[in-house]
C-alpha cells in the first residue's frame, strides 16, 4: 500500500468532502433547496417549449373554396380545410389524358419541394380506379394526395369540364386561375405563389 510521505501533496478528497458538507449545511439552513421554476414563471421561450396553448398560432379561416372532404386513392380521408392559410393548386386529371401525363411529370418534379408552402392535390376523375392507381404509380405521383373523384363531385362542385385543368386559389380563399398550365406556367406559377 502507498503511503504519502513529507512533500508530497496529499489527495483531494478532503477538499471535495468539505465542499459536499458546507453545500449541505447551506441548504439545511433554510430548510429546502429553491424549487424549480414553473411554466407560470418561464419567459416565452421556455412556454413554447412546453408546448403551452399560447406559443400556437391562431387557426386560419377556412375559405369556402376549401371546404370539401374527400377520399385518396390509397383509401386515407382528406380534409381541404387543413389547407387554409396557403395558397393551393387542385390538378382535375384523367388517367387516359395525354396532357395530363405530360404534365404529371411537372407536378412530380415540384410538389414535394413546394408540399409545405403551395400544397398541389390530384383530383383524380373519368376513369377507373385500377387506372387512377396505375398513373400515380407510372407518373411517381404517391408523395402527392390524389382524391379519387370517380364520381365526379368535385369536378361539378367547381365546374371542370375537361382534363387536364389547374385550378389556383390563393391564401386568401380566391379562385386566381382555372384552365390549363403547361409545365412552365405551372411552375412560374408556384414559385410566384411560395414567395408571396
Same mark, same amino acid.
Given at each position: 500500500?502507498?503511503?504519502?510521505?513529507?512533500?508530497?501533496?496529499?489527495?483531494?478528497?478532503? @477538499?471535495?468532502?468539505?465542499?459536499?458538507a458546507?453545500?449541505?449545511?447551506? *441548504?439545511?439552513?433554510?430548510g429546502?433547496?429553491?424549487?424549480?421554476? @414553473?411554466?407560470? $414563471?418561464?419567459?416565452? %421561450?421556455?412556454?413554447?417549449?412546453?408546448?403551452?396553448? @399560447? %406559443?400556437a398560432?391562431?387557426?386560419?379561416?377556412?375559405? +369556402?373554396?376549401?371546404?370539401? &372532404?374527400?377520399?385518396?386513392?390509397?383509401?386515407?380521408?382528406? +380534409?381541404a380545410a !387543413? #389547407?387554409?392559410?396557403?395558397p393551393?393548386?387542385?390538378?382535375?386529371?384523367?388517367?387516359?389524358?395525354?396532357?395530363?401525363?405530360? !404534365?404529371?411529370?411537372?407536378?412530380?418534379?415540384?410538389a414535394?419541394?413546394?408540399?409545405?408552402? *403551395?400544397?398541389?392535390?390530384?383530383?383524380?376523375g373519368?376513369g377507373?380506379?385500377?387506372?387512377?392507381?396505375d398513373?400515380v404509380?407510372?407518373?411517381? #405521383?404517391?408523395? &402527392?394526395p390524389?382524391?379519387?373523384?370517380?364520381?365526379?363531385?368535385?369536378?361539378?362542385?367547381f365546374?371542370?369540364?375537361?382534363?387536364s385543368?389547374?385550378l389556383i386559389?390563393?391564401? $386568401?380563399?380566391?379562385?386566381?386561375? !382555372?384552365?390549363?398550365?403547361?409545365?412552365?406556367?405551372? @411552375?412560374?406559377? *408556384?414559385?410566384?405563389?411560395?414567395? %408571396?
Open positions: 500500500m502507498r503511503s504519502w510521505h513529507a512533500g508530497r501533496r496529499p489527495p483531494r478528497l478532503g @477538499t471535495a468532502a468539505a465542499l459536499v458546507a453545500l449541505l449545511g447551506a *441548504v439545511s439552513c433554510t429546502t433547496a429553491a424549487p424549480p421554476p @414553473t411554466v407560470a $414563471d418561464a419567459g416565452p %421561450a421556455t412556454a413554447a417549449a412546453t408546448g403551452s396553448p @399560447t %406559443a398560432p391562431p387557426p386560419a379561416r377556412v375559405p +369556402d373554396a376549401l371546404r370539401f &372532404t374527400g377520399t385518396t386513392l390509397t383509401g386515407a380521408a382528406f +380534409d !387543413q #389547407l387554409a392559410g396557403r393551393v393548386v387542385l390538378w382535375f386529371w384523367a388517367p387516359w389524358c395525354a396532357t395530363c401525363a405530360s !404534365q404529371a411529370w411537372t407536378v412530380a418534379e415540384i414535394p419541394k413546394y408540399r409545405d408552402t *403551395v400544397p398541389i392535390v390530384g383530383v383524380a373519368l377507373e380506379q385500377r387506372a387512377m392507381k398513373f404509380t407510372e407518373f411517381e #405521383l404517391a408523395g &402527392t390524389q382524391i379519387d373523384d370517380r364520381a365526379g363531385a368535385l369536378w361539378r362542385r365546374k371542370v369540364t375537361e382534363q385543368t389547374f386559389i390563393d391564401r $386568401d380563399g380566391k379562385v386566381v386561375h !382555372q384552365g390549363f398550365l403547361d409545365g412552365e406556367a405551372l @411552375t412560374a406559377r *408556384v414559385t410566384a405563389l411560395a414567395g %408571396a
